[in-house]
């Protein structure tokens, strides 16, 4: 068989081109290429002589992967197998057939889009349909709005928009169609904003996502009665919110009676290619046109979406731009061609089945469940699955009604389940859920597989996967939804502290440390306040606690807060609360110490000045005038040494006043030496291996942290402070001058080291005895030697 040497290298290029791309960095040195190429990603001029295609192809790789970080991971791109290689293979193939003699190139493409349409008509069971290939899924929808307009307005094509005043067009969309498809239409269409009706959904009878239809009845007839003319609904096959379907069939009805053009939409239309389909979905295969994404439901890249429409008049389907005359147009469906092809009808059908099979099994497992409510219009057929955590489904389980927990519980339920699906999404990242705002239900966690599975490769394991962390967090949204209120109390207790109320925040609450500080203006206060919460939150975080303390949300309306995240069940909040208060409490108080403390040195400084002159002339006074005379002094002073009188000064910063040195001078020719006290530290309270802000009993693996003494607010103070017992300090550095810092593990202080005995000259305390502790401010007895 003859082979296009042509095709046969792109084939060829294009493995090569996929190897360099999925492959990554280069094992031999992962930073080479990244180095080499880095001067590249800054625009300058062409190189003279070029490059070959894998230094491109390296620099493509570079540059989609120039913003990753080493020690964070990647984001999961789509798993693109040997059926996405055919649909790149697509545009590739698109570009070198564009260039052959218009004949060969007319029979190829006719070919193609024949082949395309048939095989999608079949599939999804649309009989005698045409097919238009679209990038933007909406364009089909726009296409189909010209279409039906140049077909109700016949002097459309002569008159343009002047036809429009006689009778306004209407189109109708449901409440739960696509946020701004309307709107875009009318934008493309050149139509008012009043063309465009929005029918709500259904409030007492039926799914609260599905049309009215018996309001769309009521608005229709007033429409005809007021001279407008009804043109064109839109209806669901799978919302994009909660994945429920309209009454196809009512709604077909409905559009034959007012002579309206149906379309259909959704992700449910997927499912008319298995063997067994529901039967609000089958009337779609009704419509007058239906728009299916196959990109996402197949896993195919780059390929585009097709719009099936049935009309008789191909004129007014070119005039729409449903058809084109330009042969390259037709090329689009090229890479779908390949892709279904390559796939074949039973693999489709496979793919499409896999991933209702996947909200089978999650929707079964979710059942057993207490505090995850559902939301699935038919638990039989349904490929998309929305949950939530339900605060009233979690009480009903504890024997209790939270029915009014407190105010807010919406917002605080909707922050909740935001943190659930983010959380979800990072532990199970083959899951593909995401984040949907319903309007009844608030916020939910949204499990379509149909649009995520056939790209990142979901499995049963997954979804197994999904449901076993579910569970684990489940229990932690329930202890931090009971015990908020707990928190709130707590920090009542505290008059230093605020309770800060944010609803949107996914934990126990924010509180700020308010500073006692009357005197000072707005500005300075807050801030002091800024700084005393941006010192506490450094030091909660050092912290040996499970709890997590931040700032909040990025965009957050709450600033120089303390929020602290998600609860276990065995967290002591009132301990938690004291914690806090105790530490903002010592960080003020270490401020103005410090403050005092700039006086405090300055006084003493211009003390010492004056004390240091008075010194110098008591000096002089004694000495006389021969002294200080060089050479006289010199031999005055070997015939008569001189003895001053002259104490020297050690500064107090605690009491902030100048002292005699004579005692400290005097204990070292009584001693001989000095030693150094072990610094007081509070008694841990707690069970070893127990972290912080646990209740007693409750257990736990973590090693035993220094830190957790901080819990003890009182000792902690009273440690960080002690107070000066004796008039005259026995260190020329007391502990007061370096007790400034909360952290300092020790007191650098003098006193007395032991005297050697007088029999062996070992040191008076013997090995394995300990040494008496004397009570703080006390000079330990120095022992008498004989000398």
Known sequence: ???????????????????????????????????????????????????????????????????????????????????????????????????????????????????????????????????????????????????????????????????????????????TCRPGLGQHLCSQLGLPLSSLCTVPCNTMFGSQHQMDIALLDKLIREDVETGKLPLLLIANAGTPGAGHTDKLGRLKELCEQYGMWLHIEGVNLATLALGEVSSPVTAATRSDSMTLTLGPWLGLPAVPAVTLYRHEDPALSLAAGLTSSQPVEKLRALPLWLSLQYLGHDGIVEKIRHAVELSQQLLEKLKTLASIKTSVEDELNSPVVVFRFSQETSAESSGGSVEGYFAGEREVLDSLNRWLCERLAQLVPASGVDIVELEDEGTCVRFTPLMTAAALGTQRCDVDLLVERLTELVPVLNCTLRLRLDFREEVYRHSALSYIEDLSWPGLGAVRYEPRIEELNDSKRQLEVEKINSELLVKLGDLDADLIF??????????????????????????????????????????????????????????????????NQDKLMEEGVLRQIPLVGSVLNWFSPFQSTVKGRTFNLAAGSLDSTEPIYSMKAQTGGLASPETPTSSAKRLPGQRLFRREGAGGSDSHSETSSVGQAEDLSRERFPQPTTPNPPSPVPDEAVSMAPESPETPQVLAEPEPTQDNGEVGTQEGEEEERWPEGQEAPVEETGR
């Open 550 to 615: 931040s700032t909040g949300l990025e965009f957050g309306p709450e600033k120089d807060c303390i929020f602290i995240g998600m609860a276990t069940e065995d967290l002591d909040v009132a301990e938690l609360v004291d914690t806090i208060a105790a530490l903002g409490r010592d960080i003020e108080e270490n401020g103005r110490l410090l403050e005092n403390m700039t006086e405090v040195v300055r006084k003493g400084i211009q003390e010492a000045e004056l004390q240091l002159q008075k010194d």
């Open 1 to 175: 068989m003859m082979v296009d040497p042509t095709l046969a290298e792109m084939g060829k290029n294009l493995n090569e081109a996929m190897k360099i791309l999925e492959d990554g960095r280069k094992a031999s040195d992962p930073d080479a290429d990244r180095r080499q190429f880095s001067r590249s990603s800054i625009p300058g001029p062409l190189q003279g002589d070029g490059q070959d295609v894998a230094s491109i192809l390296q620099l493509v790789q570079n540059l989609m992967h120039e913003d990753e970080e080493e020690d964070k991971p990647s984001h999961r791109m789509q798993n693109v197998g040997e059926q996405g290689h055919m649909a790149l293979l697509g545009h590739s193939l698109a570009a070198y057939i564009s260039v052959l003699d218009r004949e060969r190139l007319r029979k190829l493409i006719t070919r193609i889009a024949s082949d395309t349409t048939l095989w999608l008509c079949r599939l999804f069971r649309y009989e005698s349909g045409s097919a238009y290939y679209h990038e933007d899924d909406r364009e089909g929808l726009l296409k189909v709005c010209r279409l039906v307009i140049n077909t109700r307005y016949e002097d459309y094509s002569t008159e343009g928009y002047t036809v429009l005043n006689s009778r306004q067009p209407v189109i109708y969309q449901s409440a």
